[in-house]
């Protein structure tokens, strides 16, 4: 069975930062889309960041570029997303997702992805 579990949330002040961490079971190493998505109270779950493993490429939305970094480690399946110059606005639910077999393509969009981990809150 896949499973994702994300570690690091927690509540930082304006300005500061933190490192997302999503540990990946039951996924093997190869050509897999995986991705940040958050959600905060009365809103609608959003893409936050994508990487795709077969080759790389990153994506970000437009709210997050420049200030978040999604990156993998292949030997620990361990996806991060470190999150600079937090702001208010940044505080939701943050949720790892990965969708398996294929490359990101139209990546924000929930229905793309068929694992999900619990989600860690993130607090600004």
């Known amino acids: 069975d896949v499973q994702l579990v994300e570690s690091g949330g927690g509540s930082v002040q304006a300005g500061g930062s933190l490192r997302l961490s999503c540990a990946a079971s039951g996924i093997s190493n190869g050509r897999n889309c995986l991705a940040w998505f958050r959600q905060a109270p009365g809103k609608e779950r959003e893409g936050v960041a994508a990487i795709y493993t077969g080759g790389g490429s990153r994506y970000y939305a437009d709210a997050v570029k420049g200030r978040f970094t999604i990156s993998q480690d292949n030997a620990k399946n361990t996806l991060y997303l470190q999150m600079n110059s937090l702001k208010p606005e940044d505080t939701a639910m943050y949720y790892c997702?990965?969708?398996?077999?294929?490359?990101?393509?139209?990546?924000?969009?929930?229905?793309?992805?068929?694992?999900w981990g619990q989600g860690t809150q993130v607090t600004v």
């Open positions: 997702a990965a969708g398996v077999g294929a490359p990101c393509g139209t990546w924000d969009v929930t229905l793309r992805f068929a694992y």
